[in-house]
């Protein structure tokens, strides 16, 4: 594994707590009844998903923000991690916040209220603990389904 295939890991803690704000605003305008608002939010916050998932989460535009503002104000970290359970955990945020903006757009909008609550809570404990409930995934899927030794 090379340099580029390690992370910060402040940065995508950095990032979820952009993404919990988000949430916590989409959750407040949904309950409230705005949501067509809440809907449109969250497709947004499933696209910055999709981009984490897709371009990893060094070029996501939270990554980058960090890398570039708030890293240069920090001493070093402490040690770097593995990006494939923080990029794996920004695809299982994108398929819990795509569901709900799909569901919510085909009429069952307490859909998207269950979503933004289960990726708030995802990205606060992240956020606020360090504890990666989408990286904790990754690392039980791993060892759920080793590589074999011939791949």
Do not use: K
């Amino acid at each position: 594994m090379t340099d580029t295939a390690r992370v910060d890991p402040r940065g995508p803690r950095f990032g979820a707590g952009i993404t919990a704000v988000l949430l916590l605003v989409a959750f407040v305008l949904a309950v409230g009844g705005a949501t067509v608002a809440a809907t449109a939010l969250v497709a947004a916050i499933a696209l910055l998903f999709a981009w984490g998932a897709f371009a990893g989460v060094q070029r996501h535009p939270y990554g980058r923000l960090f890398a570039r503002v708030v890293r240069p104000r920090l001493g070093p970290p402490a040690e770097l991690e593995d990006v494939r359970p923080p990029t794996f955990a920004q695809g299982v945020g994108l398929v819990i916040t795509g569901l709900g903006v799909v569901l919510s757009l085909l009429g069952l909008p307490v859909a998207l209220v269950v979503a933004v609550a289960l990726a708030f809570v995802a990205a606060f404990l992240n956020s606020v603990f360090g504890f990666c409930l989408g990286c904790q995934m990754h690392l039980l899927l791993i060892r759920a389904f080793p590589r074999s030794a011939g791949a």
